[in-house]
């Protein structure tokens, strides 16, 4: 949104906060200005509002003429203005947009109403077709002077009148106006108009200024009786609460212990009655034993017999690796025997062999 911050001007208390508290719910930053006077000096400063929402009617300077001064200062004259107002007449709009106004809120604002100015004017900023500042010359007519009809460089003189007291215009200038009886009423009736105006909107401000600060004084006045009924109220509740839940544990803890106290007493008489070995204990004592001890003598026999078979089994397995050890030692014996006869026989043909070569050899040779 490019409405991020506004700067409301109203001279009525009530009437600011409660459009205020509008434009703060759209996440808007608002400053505030009770008069048209401290409007053109925040703005003369260092403020520079995205929007103002400008009160129609105010004492001193009117939302008109703030308009007008806001509108011909070439600083401030792109600044859109929003009149607050409840005259919203087709020809009083027309005429506010002649001075400058961009669009007019009734008052009181709702909700609806600010929705739509508020949107018209974002688009209008974001799209840049915002209108342009009126000219000053154009914009100082001021529409309660409609009232008189009086042309701008008109003067006033008194006329003559006759005896049947019918006023003779002079004819010498045609921007003097008769100074007529029926004008003076009307000049009388607008300033009369224009000062009540003023006096009522006054009046109604601090009425209403003060029954808003009379409603807030009592609407603190009622929170804070609230409050204190409250608290009080919370710590009666409190102090009930510890109380009743002070003897609540003094119940509970008595009751506890008178049950712990009869647990203690029968546990102890079951001792007392069970304590020491007893006639049938002694009996299921001696049982246990002879049947403890037929069991390891069953269990010595048996592990006995299976001790001599395996010893029996040992001393038969040795023995056979024995005998096999002697025969295969013996066999090995007789073969080296057979292979020193074999060698001593070899030797001994080879001997003989040799010597009838070598006879034979020396027989023949």
């Known amino acids: 949104m490019a409405i991020k911050n506004a700067l409301l001007v109203d001279d009525s208390k009530v009437a600011r906060f409660a459009l205020s508290k509008l434009l703060e719910s759209r996440d808007m930053e608002v400053n505030m200005a009770g008069s048209a006077e401290e409007a053109l000096d925040f703005l003369n400063g260092s403020g520079r509002p995205d929007v103002i929402f400008m009160d129609h009617l105010m004492p001193g300077m009117n939302g008109v003429e703030a308009t007008k001064a806001i509108k011909g200062n070439p600083d401030t004259a792109a600044i859109p203005i929003i009149m607050c107002t409840s005259k919203k007449s087709p020809t009083f709009m027309e005429e506010a947009k002649n001075f400058g106004v961009y669009n007019i809120l009734t008052k009181p604002p709702q909700t609806e109403g600010l929705s739509l100015v508020l949107e018209q004017l974002n688009r209008d900023v974001t799209e840049g077709t915002l209108p342009e500042p009126p000219d000053v010359d154009c914009a100082e007519t001021d529409p309660e002077d409609d009232l008189l009809n009086i042309p701008d460089d008109a003067s006033v003189e008194l006329s003559m009148k006759t005896e049947d007291d019918v006023a003779i215009p002079d004819s010498s200038s045609s921007n003097v106006v008769p100074l007529t009886g029926d004008l ?182």
């Open 184 to 365: 003076i009423e009307q000049i009388a009736r607008s300033a009369v108009k224009t000062h009540i105006n003023n006096r009522l909107h006054e009046l109604l401000s601090s009425l209403f200024d003060e029954q808003f600060d009379h409603l807030k004084r009592a609407l603190d006045e009622s929170r804070s009786r609230q409050e204190n009924a409250v608290e009080e109220r919370l710590t009666g509740m409190a102090n009930l609460v510890e109380e009743r839940t002070r003897h609540l544990r003094d119940e509970v803890a008595a009751e506890v212990n008178l049950n712990l106290a009869r647990e203690l007493a029968d546990l102890k008489r079951e001792l007392k009655s069970n304590s020491g070995f007893t006639a049938d204990h002694m009996a299921e004592l001696k049982d246990h034993i002879t049947s403890v001890q037929t069991i390891d003598t069953e269990f010595w026999q048996t592990l006995q017999s299976e001790a001599i078979q395996q010893a029996h089994e040992i001393s038969r397995e040795t023995a056979e690796d024995i005998a096999q050890r002697t025969i295969d030692l013996f066999v090995a014996q007789q073969r080296s025997a057979s292979s020193k006869i074999y060698t001593v026989g070899l030797a001994v043909s080879l001997g003989i062999f040799s010597v009838g070569i070598a006879w034979l050899s020396g027989l023949f040779g």
